[in-house]
């Protein structure tokens, strides 16, 4: 049996957060959350496959608010099912800290452009 990449250990782990009900789940929604702060999001995960739009708007959410940003290797379908969702989805945005500390190990490099407000949540 083949170890798991780690990729599929950090769609394992955002399947647990959305279980636990700690992601808010699309792009709209964690932009709406990245706006209003409630609830506040710690970091953004963004599918690989997303339009030139789409990540043009998270990025500068994202940098607005100060937000880490990661781009997955996940296309929006494979982010969709790990999520528990059929439906295809762009982004979604981690809301507790003790989970993002356990999706840390897994991630991509921050963009630069939300990289500047928190890079680890110890801050």
């Known amino acids: 049996m083949s170890t798991p990449s780690k990729e599929d250990k950090l769609l394992s782990t955002l399947g647990l957060c959305a279980r636990a009900r700690k992601l808010v789940m699309g792009t709209p929604m964690v932009c709406e959350a990245l706006r209003s702060g409630k609830p506040p999001v710690l970091a953004v995960l963004e599918a690989a496959d997303t339009s030139a739009g789409t990540h043009k708007r998270l990025a500068d959410k994202c940098a607005y608010y100060r937000v880490p940003l990661y781009r997955l290797t996940a296309d929006t379908a494979r982010l969709g099912r790990a999520i528990g969702k059929a439906a295809a989805v762009a982004a979604v ?27 680890t949540p110890d801050e």
């Not at 897994?106 to 407000?117: D, N, R, V, Y």
């Open 93 to 119: 945005g981690l809301t507790d800290e003790n989970l993002y500390k356990a999706v840390i190990p897994h991630l991509p490099s921050a963009e630069k452009a939300g990289e500047a407000g928190r890079a």
